[in-house]
């Protein structure tokens, strides 16, 4: 990836040097456009400057006002955030509610809807039922838009994403989008779907035409990075078979530290949260407090993770979340396993009675 970043570099610049419409297209973006929509079974791709801007601008795009937009009550802050943007009525659904969903699209009177979720949570790894939710919408004639910025690489056959694990990619009434900053490593995102909606962002998607075009650098790492997913078909799985240990690694550091301390499940559990097949692991601690100082001392003990606490999570659900790779050792599962006991054991054992 480095390597394809540098030649890009040499050859482009260090810079796209303006909006993608006027001098910040180059034959790089184009080829990253045709190889993602290809990877991901998509008629056409476009690439934005990041993953925000792309959920940003496709979901602007295509609603406005006198349009609909069923937003997950989960979905990432870019979409939240374009929903606020895009001037059309915004009903929220619970997390992964069918039913709701189908109820606020059949009260609707608007003539367009759009129904917007995150394909896996990025807080607890749960998967979208995105084949129940597919059929709701074309039965109320809605378009669904899918966020899958922690499926690309990980999920479905190859790391193709849900879409394509749920027989969906292609469809002409799903759009995607996805970032490169996660399983591929890079900046940048994109917006994947039907030509005639990849022509209409073009037009239309105000985060495409008014921002300065993904860095060469950025394209050409990319597609370093896609090349290596392409050939090394195994790597999503691995990310899986990982992910799999760090989960049970985590429930039986929290199962420990409460049952050595007689508090047996007043903690809530990972495991308490279903394993679904993705590379987010969470570990729910509860106290915004205890996570972030469970996090600093991970930290010093060598392991790096990430501390969630509102408004990234609701209120007394605040976590350590534990990001799979395909390339962890046994050496390196083993010293998470070892920090994440002594971590979990020091911290909770602080929390008063």
Not at 21 to 48: D, K, N, R, Y
Request: aromatic fraction near 2%.
């Amino acid at each position: 990836m480095v390597d394809g970043a540098v030649e890009a570099l040499r050859t482009w610049g260090a810079g796209s040097t303006g909006s993608r419409l006027v001098t910040g297209s180059t034959t790089l973006h184009a080829t990253l456009e045709e190889q993602l929509a290809a990877f991901c079974g998509a008629e056409a791709a476009l690439v934005f400057s990041s993953g925000y801007t792309a959920n940003l601008g496709v979901v602007t795009a295509l609603s406005g006002r006198g349009a609909l937009v069923v937003s997950d009550a989960r979905s990432h802050a870019s979409l939240v955030d374009a929903c606020r943007l895009s001037r059309a009525r915004v009903v929220v659904t619970p997390r992964a509610d069918v039913a709701a969903v189908d109820a606020a699209l059949a009260a609707r009177t608007e003539e367009r809807a759009l129904v917007v979720t995150d394909g896996v949570d990025s807080i607890d790894g749960g998967i979208a039922p995105l084949r129940e939710l597919h059929a709701v919408c074309r039965a109320r004639g809605a378009v669904v838009v899918v966020d899958e910025a922690h499926a690309l690489g990980v999920c479905g056959p190859g790391g193709r994403g849900v879409l394509v694990e749920a027989g969906l990619a292609g469809a002409d009434d799903v759009v995607s989008t996805v970032t490169l900053s996660k399983s591929l490593g890079g900046q940048g995102g994109a917006v994947l779907g039907p030509r005639a909606v990849i022509e209409h962002l073009v037009d239309t998607a105000r985060t495409f035409i008014f921002d300065t075009g993904l860095a060469p650098a950025s394209v050409g790492g990319a597609l370093a990075a896609l090349r290596v997913l392409r050939e090394e078909p195994d790597r999503p799985a691995a990310v899986l078979r990982v992910a799999d240990e760090l989960a049970e690694m985590s429930r039986a550091a929290l199962t420990s530290s409460q049952v050595g301390r007689g508090r047996e499940g007043e903690v809530p559990l990972a495991g308490q949260l279903p394993l679904t097949g993705s590379a987010v692991v969470p570990v729910v601690l509860g106290s915004p407090v205890v996570a972030f100082d469970a996090a600093a001392r991970c930290l010093e003990r060598g392991v790096r993770v990430g501390c969630f606490r509102p408004p990234s999570v609701p209120d007394g659900t605040s976590r350590l979340r534990l990001t799979a790779r395909a390339d962890l050792t046994t050496t390196e599962l083993d010293r998470v396993r070892t920090v994440l006991h002594e971590v979990l054991d020091d911290v909770l054992a602080e929390v008063p009675a």
